[in-house]
């Protein structure tokens, strides 16, 4: 059973029921109890299973005279009603049990029972194995939250977070700290939402993360600081990414790459779940070259190999005209990635939809890594097995470059990370003469292909912050004012990590989305399909805060009418 400290879980405490419809086993028959939950399945008045967070239970419904009123009761209630039955645990007859629930020892013939609510035709059967779409489960999401696959996802989620909590704070001594939603604009990374005031023309912004708080806590002087954080980015139509997120906020005083790296191991295999199997540490690392050099990505699913291999030498004296001209560009290179068994598994098909991904990826660093997945993709469904879904390979990436070219212009550069990331101590003298060379003190943590937590050593030093700011990135440091007033006072060095809570708990469940590891989602386009937000607020309302909104022509048109 679940413990919180010492007190052990009694799912019966605090309420009206005596049991919950997980519970009953042969040692309970002859007792009577009363149950509360959701009518899940009903068959021809003769019994009912009843279920609630923790499972299912079947209520035997009585056809004797005397409890006529009873049976009606019972019989007429619509699926998914909420009802109140009280009985005694009965032993199943003999052959009638079911191995497959763990009540099937039993069942409670039903003595009394009250419809709680009864509920009206539902827009979709509350089953996992029910197909529905996912705008109709978003629109109605208190009910696809009843069913086992959400109510599982959630409920591990809490039990990982709670283990998370009790390794950093009990264990570890760090600090659980809120840090304001309601801030101001941070240059460079992801567009923020902007919230007006009632000062005219001044906005706050919802803070894409804790950044600027977590740092300024260091300096502060609270050495160890810890928040299950409420994030938030506009981005747009982005496929599987969400307006607002969680992320495990960390920061340290005193402390290195090595120091951040062992206590997120020491994190995830305190925190990890028992039915997941366990995960061995130390995590393996590998630099941003080696990754970008043998998988094509910066977040390489190490489950598989299929490594990109440089055939330059091979093909050197070929008289292919094309390969040569490739070989003749500085730094110009032939790679290939060799796909096992790929004329056994491999379509016509597949392989035009292979040309197709190079055609699309052409002149980019990715394009091999691209093809690697979709490799693996097509290997995998014609039936070969080569990742392992019951997996999990963890990777430390290094040694990213501290500044990339803009996409938009690469004259002109941008945080990897982010701003306040420190350079390599070994490139430090490189940051003021030559930035392009610079390596970071930046970490990211991949699982099976996918980014799970980024972090890096922070910039401690007022000077070389403006300069990065001012000199290298272009920005107004008056922005950031206070920050750089704070690396003045005493600023311990210190560094930190964010771990991406939805996507972990999805890779961990195998959720196909983030979206069904978070209790009320928003939509693809960052609707909420259930309240209908956002929605449109009146011109009085928006009168305090001095805005008026320009609508498009056709919107105007769609208001009049």
């Known amino acids: ?57 079947q209520v035997i419904i009585p056809q004797d005279e005397a409890h006529s009123h009873l049976k009606e009761l019972l019989s007429s209630a619509p699926l998914e009603s909420v009802v109140r039955v009280t009985g005694t645990v009965s032993p199943r007859p003999l052959g009638q049990e079911n191995p497959k629930m763990p009540t099937g020892d039993i069942e409670v013939k039903a003595e009394t029972a009250e419809i709680l609510n009864s509920c009206k035709k539902l827009p979709f059967e509350i089953k996992d194995f029910i197909k529905k779409s996912e705008a109709l489960r978003m629109q109605y999401r208190y009910l696809d939250l009843r069913s086992p696959r959400l109510q599982s996802a959630l409920r591990l989620r809490s039990r990982l977070v709670m283990s998370m909590r009790q390794y950093l704070c009990n264990l570890h001594g760090f600090v659980d700290v809120e840090t304001p939603t309601l801030f101001k ?14 000062e005219p023309g001044k906005f706050y912004s919802l803070p894409q993360s804790p950044q600027q708080f977590k740092q300024l806590l260091m300096v502060g002087g609270l050495d160890r600081y810890f928040q299950v954080a409420r994030c938030y980015r506009d981005e747009g139509s982005r496929p599987d990414r969400q307006p607002e997120f969680t992320q495990i906020d960390i920061e340290m005083s005193f402390v290195d790459q090595a120091g951040i790296q062992r206590l997120v191991e020491g994190l995830l295999q ?69 796909i096992p068994q790929g004329v056994k598994y491999l379509t016509n098909k597949d392989l035009e939809s292979l040309k197709e991904s190079a055609k699309s990826e052409f002149n980019q660093c990715c394009a091999l890594g691209a093809l690697r997945l979709l490799s693996a993709n097509l290997l995998e469904a014609a039936g070969l097995a080569l990742r392992d879904p019951t997996a999990f390979h963890f990777l430390w990436v290094v040694d990213f470059p501290l500044f990339l070219p803009k996409a ?27 930035p392009t060379k610079v390596r970071s003190q930046h970490y990211d943590l991949v699982l099976n292909g996918n980014e799970v937590g980024g972090g890096s050593i922070r910039i401690h030093n007022a000077e070389q912050q403006r300069f990065v700011l001012e000199k290298v990135l272009k920005e107004d440091s008056e922005v950031l004012s206070h920050l750089i007033e704070a690396l003045e006072l005493g600023a311990p060095p210190h560094g930190g990590i964010a771990l991406g809570l939805d996507r972990l708990i999805s890779l961990i469940v195998d959720a196909p989305s983030i979206r069904d590891v978070i209790a009320f989602p928003k939509s693809f386009r960052g609707r909420d399909l259930m309240g209908n937000a956002p929605d449109y607020v009146t011109p009085e309302e928006l009168e305090p805060y001095h805005i008026q909104v320009s609508w498009p022509l056709e919107e105007k048109e769609a208001k009049k009418n």
């Open 1 to 57: 059973s679940f413990q919180a400290g010492t007190v052990p879980f009694t799912p019966a405490r605090f309420v009206t029921r005596t049991n919950t419809c997980g519970e009953l086993r042969s040692a309970h028959v002859g007792q009577k109890v009363t149950l509360y939950g959701w009518v899940q399945y009903q068959r021809q008045g003769l019994f009912l299973v009843l279920r609630d967070f923790q499972g299912l239970t």
């Open 185 to 198: 604009r941070t240059p460079g990374g992801a567009k923020e939402f902007l919230v007006p005031s009632r």
């Open 270 to 338: 305190h925190s990890w779940p028992e039915e997941r199997g366990s995960i061995m540490t130390p995590f393996p690392s590998m630099t941003y070259e080696e990754a970008l050099a043998e998988y094509g990505t910066d977040k390489p699913d190490t489950r598989f190999g299929m490594k990109i291999v440089d055939i330059s030498d091979v093909l050197r004296g070929s008289g292919v005209h094309f390969v040569q001209n490739a070989l003749s560009y500085p730094h110009g290179s032939i790679r290939a990635i060799c």
């Open 408 to 434: 938009e212009n690469p004259t002109e550069l941008e945080s990897a990370h982010h701003p306040f990331t420190a350079p390599h101590p070994s490139d430090a003298s490189l940051l003021y003469s030559d």
